[in-house]
Every structure is written in C-alpha cells, then in structure tokens.
C-alpha cells in the first residue's frame, strides 16, 4: 500500500478591489475562531504614536485651519510670476523657485511645507484663478507654486516616452467614455470610487480644474491614527502588515512580482521623531480592470486579505471629506495620510478634472525605508529639466 499525499497550492483569498464589509466581518471572526493571533506588537514598535499627524476626520471636518485662502496680493504675484517664467523663454522642466519668483509668498509657502511633513500632514491652497488662464499657464501657476512646497517633481509613469522624456504631471479624469474599458487598470482613468491607499512618493499634490456634476469628494485619513487602533485592537496585523507582502509586477517578464512590507517603522534619532510608514494600493493585491491579479505569482494569505480590509474600513471609519473647490490645491503627507474618493457622475461642461503632481522637498523629507528606494528612484531619480513632460491633455496612465 503506498500512501497519496494530497498537497494543496494556497490560493487567493476571496476579495476584491471594493471592499465587502460583511466579507471583511466574516474573514475576522473566523480568524479569531480558528487561529491562535499574535497578542503584543512586534518588537520595538510602539504601542501609540503621538503626534500632531495622528488626527479624527470628524475634528478635522469641523475646522478649517488647514484652508491658507489665497489673498488678491498674492493671486497678482503669482501674475507676474507666470509673466517672468514666459518672458525667459525656457521649457516648462525649468520651473522652479528661482525662474518662478514668489518674494512675498515663499515664506508662507515654506511654512505649509513644515506643516505638511510634521503639522497635521496636509494643507489645501484655495482661490486660484483658474479661468483667468490658458491650461498650460494653469500648469505653469500650479508647478511654479508647488516648486516652493517640494522643488523635485518626480515622474509619473515608469516608462519614459518616446522622445525620452517623463511626464510629471498626470490628469485624473475619467476616460471610460472614449475610451475602451479593457485598457485602463487605474481607478484615476474612470468615474469610478477609489478605496483609501498611498501613492508613490513623499508629497501629493492635486490642483482642481472642474469638478464633477455629481460626487467626486476628496477623503482623507490619518494613517498614524489606523497605526494606533490596530496597535492596540489587533497586534497580530501590525505583524502581518509589517512583513512581506507578494507586490503584483502585472505581467512585467522581468519582475512578475516583488516582495516588500506595507508598514514600516523608524525609531527616533537625534533629529527625527519616531514614524510609522504605511505604503500601500489595494490594486495591487486584487487587480483592477484591464489589470487582474496575475494568476502565476503567490497569492496573498487571509491574514494579508484582512489586513487591507482593515486599512480600508478603519480609514473610512476615521476620514475627513474635503471640500475641494476649483482652484484648490491640496498638498498630501503620502507617508502619513491614506487618500480615498467617492464616484463621480460627469455632465457636459461638469466634468472632473484634477492635475497632479508629485514631489519632494530635500529640506523637510522624511528618510526613505530602503525597501522603497528603488520605487522611489523610479519617481524622483534623474527627473532632469530638459526631460520633463507636461502633457496638456490626459492619456492612459502607465503604472509606476
């Protein structure tokens, strides 16, 4: 008699990229049913953060301490900065603080960057004069000012164009009406809800051209705040976030998928406080459109399913809804902060249509877990001016 061992392949869990709130309910009690889960943290990381960039939606919804309103004095020097830029006669990759001068609203601008890497994490500049401008001087105003947040732009595709250049600014609009399904895997390209996640980079930017007829509102959410429910309701995730996690390479031969955390932790230095980073898109664990999860790479665990569950749900739970108005710019702590919108329902004329940009300010910059440099030289390495690409109109966005 000869015995016939029966090997079962693990295979993905039963979710997608929306998230199924009776689904994630179900996954945690059996969970906690049938497994043994870890009771304390994971060595050295802490049981609450403090911190200004730990933060309830519902307090922030009731302020408005992080609106800086742009005054007249200020829209007029942003004129003449746009008129100094053009009168040199310079590609657009050579915006920057000195070819676009802001005397007197440098310093505030500075100040905005502090607040958005050790304040609360996020600001929202309001008033600009949008229908002033032709949309290239809109992206000049926009990359100008911005220049006096973070002065590197980083790349916002992978691949390079054909001419060799990068684009560093992306539309978000929805292109599913001219445009066949079954070639966009990005939430950003469709009129669709995006779940709470990060993007690459240190700081988002997103500049509003038109909002939409309906819907379309801006979330945000402390992730230091999520860090510290779980910390102290489920260690045993903080474990599972903070180890490797099968990132989907979505069918690139070179690197099918790679292998990285989704939480990391930085001890204090004589510097630098304690931080926590939380790195992550749902996308890339469940597939979007166009985009399945690829069938020949690990599938991730039920504890990695409901983990991001858990992610979402708290984000939503403790999320601010932003007013975001045209002319808006908001400026996001991608380390610290989890961004979300509601769908959206466009009409002739009403059309959603944000830019955005992101970028790095060498002055305020939080240290990159080294996990993340090569993402993050994807972004930000070699982004020269001459190679700089601002497309005036949206196109499929290619992943980073």
Known sequence: MSAVQTITMPTQPDIQYHPAYEKYKERTRHRKETETLQSTLPENFPDKLVSPLVWEGKDVEKRDDWVYQLSDDQLDELDAALKSFRALNLSLGHINQSTFPLPTLRPALRDLSKEIHNGRGFVVLRGLRIDDYSREDNIIIYAGISSHIGNIRGRQQEARLADGSSPVISHIKDLTRNTEKNIIGAPSNTADKQVFHTDAGDIISLLCLNRAAEGGESYLSSSWHVYNILAKERPDLIHTLSQDWPVDGFNNPARPYSLRPLLYHQPATA???????????????????????SKDIPPITEAQAEALDALHFLAEEHSAALDFQKGDVQYVNNLSIFHARNGFKDEP????HLLRLWLRDPENAWETPRELQER????????????????????????V
């Open 271 to 293: 510097t630098t406080p304690e931080r926590v980073l939380i790195q992550y898109a749902r996308r890339y664990f469940t597939g979007f459109l166009a985009q399945p999860r």
């Open 376 to 399: 993050w030289d994807i972004v930000y390495k070699d982004v020269v001016e001459d190679k700089q690409a601002f497309p005036l109109e949206p196109t499929i966005r290619k992943n």
């Open 349 to 352: 004329g009403k059309e959603r």
